[in-house]
């Protein structure tokens, strides 16, 4: 796959669904007859996608909420991570 | 420290149209209680919900035959569960798909018993190939992921190239090659489902280039027959580690297949809450954690990874749910499922053509069978029942 630019829209993968469990204290990725815990930084990357936002507005987000910078290139590792796997896919 | 019951099965009801020879409902079902009311359902939902239940899976029998199933599925919808459907598609019409979208279904697990009509309809005692093929059409009208499942086995096994083609065909995202399980009516028919080590590793080899040539585009999960490893599966991640499922009767369970265990007394939701149930009870602490292990498994360095493997085929092939698992070339009793293999094989080899006697799992035999007997209700390979 070719690097990802920051202007592409990642969501939710139709079939795919994210929700946060209070009984795992963690969000999780739920599809057919199966489950992905989410550690904390996936949970607030995945959050965020939600095919509007472009992967660079979900970068500036975080960075905003967790008061830091230069998270570009390890979310990209995680959305392109996230594509593969068909956890996300592209919007227009 | 146990943790919650991430994954709720509730058989919603033993009835179903099908009479699959492989089926894992227990043999006895027929003399089971009477199935749970809604509101019990919706009540478990709630209950299974607070405990940390999240996977929903509404299965049977034929959960369409139960006239409250958009009920229930709304009420599990609301809750936050993931709700998915595990069908034969008998029942599954254009009005209750699109009910069930409404409520807030997220899945269909649809079953083939083959690729050939002649096969599907041979294996499930019923004529409903086309009727299959067409809710598989169903299912993607209405934007619901497909998982097309098909149990192999013996009869069916050589067709697995054929089998892809029609998921491919039919539009699934999903394929489930599961070989057959042997508990329940499957147990009773292992003689003529076992396949040979020769089949499996062609259907293996047919799997693996289905899955070059969709690179990825559908994800196909070839589960293994355990008869043919030397490691039993960790089953149910360890009984009362996961798994919640409860029988029509409202028969709350470790396994899908543990109301054969003997002297497990399981409870019932007609009579405790599941918190207490979950976390309480005897039947559900039974088989946690390693105080139940015998040797080998008991100083075995693979324990926390296979738990023993599977206290049914422990049970099933030695008499004594505490031994290790058969499957495990380490069990004194390994050469059960070795010799077992060697029969299928030899079948397999044999020119002449073998008797084969299935038995049909509908009402009238699941009165007949007798546990740990033969069943005296049998239906014979090419003999069509109506």
Redesign the interface.
């Known amino acids: 796959m070719n690097e990802l630019t920051d202007t592409v829209k990642p969501a939710i993968a139709r079939g795919m669904r994210l929700q946060w469990e209070p009984a795992q204290e963690a969000h999780v990725l739920l599809y057919p007859e199966g489950m992905v815990k989410l550690n904390g930084s996936a949970g607030a990357i995945l959050s965020r996608c939600d095919g509007v936002r472009t992967l660079a507005d979900i970068v500036a987000d975080l960075e905003r909420a967790y008061d830091t910078s230069g998270l570009l290139e390890e979310v990209r590792a995680f959305v392109t991570m996230a594509l593969e796997k068909r956890w996300l896919e592209l919007r227009a | 420290m146990t943790g ?1 019951p ?1 994954w709720l099965l509730l058989e919603l009801t033993y009835r179903c149209p099908l009479h699959c020879v492989y089926c894992y409902n227990p043999t006895e079902f027929a003399r089971t209680g009477a199935e749970l009311p809604t509101a019990d359902w919706i009540r478990v939902l709630r209950e299974a919900r607070a ?2 239940a ?2 929903l ?1 509404l299965s049977g029998g034929e959960p369409l035959e139960r006239e409250d199933l958009e009920t229930i599925v709304a009420e599990a919808h609301t809750l ?1 569960y ?1 709700i ?1 459907l595990i069908t034969s598609g008998v029942g599954l019409s254009e009005a209750r798909i699109a009910a069930l979208k409404v409520a807030g279904l ?2 269909i ?1 649809l079953s083939f018993q083959d690729s050939t009509r002649e096969l599907n309809d041979f294996l499930s005692s019923t004529r409903t190939f086309e009727l299959k093929a067409r809710v598989a059409a169903l299912i993607r009208a209405h ?1 619901y ?1 497909m ?1 097309l499942n098909v149990v192999l086995h013996r009869l069916n096994i050589d067709h697995v190239g054929e089998i892809l083609d029609m998921a491919e065909r039919l539009g699934a ?2 394929v489930e090659l599961a070989n057959t399980q042997y508990y329940g009516w499957a147990w009773l028919n292992r003689q003529q489902l076992l396949p040979s080590r020769a089949q499996l590793e062609r259907a293996e080899a047919v799997t693996q280039r289905f899955r070059e040539r969709v690179a ?1 585009s559908i994800q196909v999960y070839f589960v293994v027959p355990d008869y043919f490893e030397r490691r039993p599966k960790a089953c149910m991640g360890g009984l009362g580690s996961v798994f919640l499922g409860i029988a029509p009767d409202g028969t709350a369970m470790p396994c899908h297949a543990a109301r054969m265990l003997p002297g497990l007394e399981l409870p019932n939701v007609r009579a405790a809450d599941l918190r207490t149930i979950w976390y309480d009870s005897e039947a559900f602490n039974r088989f946690r954690g390693e105080g139940w292990m015998k040797e080998p498994c008991r100083s075995c360095p693979e324990r926390a990874q296979d738990f023993g493997g599977c206290r049914c085929q422990a049970y099933l092939l030695t008499g004594d749910a505490t031994n290790t698992d058969p499957v495990c070339d380490l069990s004194p009793h390994h050469h059960l499922v070795t010799e077992a293999v060697a029969r299928a094989d030899s079948v397999a080899a044999a020119t002449a053509p073998s008797e084969h006697v299935l038995v049909f799992r509908d009402h009238r035999t699941s009165i007949a069978v007798v546990p740990g007997e033969a069943p005296r209700v049998v239906g014979g390979l090419g003999t069509q029942r109506t």
Do not use: M
Request: hydrophobic share 20%; net charge negative; proline share 11%.
């Open positions: 919650p991430l405990l940390g999240v996977q899976g936050g993931y998915n997220d899945h697990q934007d992921p998982v995202q999903y990825g």
